[in-house]
């Protein structure tokens, strides 16, 4: 189907980050005292580490490291770290999608056609490809800005659904933790449930730094994250990590019982399964490499789950292709974004869509949460 781009947006859009990127060109020589080539990561190093003397975090083959998380420590130091940072990510946006998806454009149907992919996954999800669409980033103004110029043709409407934190409720259904299941049940916050506990407090004195801690936590747990890999995502001593997945488990036991069984009979049959009964080998279960073995009990865990998730919302889209055919709608599914499905729609199906995608979306496969 294709989506239909605001092309002029874009033009616009590219114009006001080239702006952006002079200014803190400019910006970056004062702070180097000098001009060089902000794009070599050899010319950086120089002037961060020989000119500036800023501490050596790591170093690669080549030289010293300017990678992200070298800057994200050395922005303590000095300005220019952050600076080289925020020019890193505009000149990102600009080049691979404001610049990027103009090209896209079909001559024909003036929209951008993406591929999507079942089987480049391991757990399951699609992928999309030639242009990823499911890249677009959001959590910045100018990434909101770049999905802003997604439109919907003349008299038609964008609708989106997601599913809010479908792994942590498949979790909750699959490990049958009474707690969990509990507090998705009451519509309570989950994020913030878990930091009352971790930090104990009440969730009326909890401030924001807290409730992110804990989503950390929430969602760590489900990938198989370390005490180590958690106190390096928070920056926080490794003891007070393990402190933290301590009380998780305190709180969620079953969710710690239910790990501990899927990796065990994992390594006896040699595979997971997703709800929908989907096998995942993992042959390194049984490695005497550790580090192999570590890495495939990690995805043991995380399989089911996210495998899942990618299960229940490909039915979803299976049973709302089928109604919209079925009910003769001239609505039609244009994307899938992981956890969110993009419907375009005449403004005169709206409401029929808008019921339609909620019924179907809640109702495709029976869990013991909502």
Known sequence: QGMAL????????????????IEQEKEIYELAGEQFNINSPKQLSVILFEKLELPVIKKTKTGYSTDVSVLEELSAEHDLPEVILLYRQLAKLKSTYVDALQEEIFGKTVRVHTSFNQSVAATGRLSSSNPNLQNIPIRTEMGREIRKSFIAEE?????????????????????????????????EDIHTRTAVEIFGTTAERLDAE??????????????????????RQLKIFPKEAKKFIDKYFELYKNVK???????????????????????????????????????????????????????????????????????????????????ELVFECPSEEEEEMRALVKKEMEEVMPLKVP
């Open 6 to 21: 605001d092309k002029s947006h874009l033009q616009k859009l590219s114009q006001r980050i080239h702006l952006l990127l």
């Open 155 to 187: 008299n038609k409407k964008i609708l989106s659904a997601d599913y809010s934190q479908v792994e942590l409720r498949i979790l909750a259904h699959m490990s049958e933790d009474e707690s969990l299941i509990d507090a998705f049940i009451n519509g």
């Open 210 to 231: 807290a409730r992110r801690m804990a989503k950390a936590v929430n969602f760590g747990i489900v990938y198989g994250l370390s005490a180590f890999g958690l106190s």
């Open 257 to 339: 019982i239910y790990m501990e069984r899927t990796v065990e009979d994992a390594r006896d049959i040699g595979y997971t399964r997703t709800l929908m009964n989907r096998k995942r080998y993992l042959p390194d279960l049984n490695s005497k490499n550790r580090q192999a073995r570590e890495a495939a009990e990690r995805i043991a865990i995380n399989s089911p789950v996210q495998g899942s998730a990618a299960d229940l919302i490909k039915l979803a889209m299976i049973n709302l292709d089928r109604e919209i055919a079925q009910k003769k709608l001239n609505s039609r599914m244009i994307l899938q974004v992981h956890d």
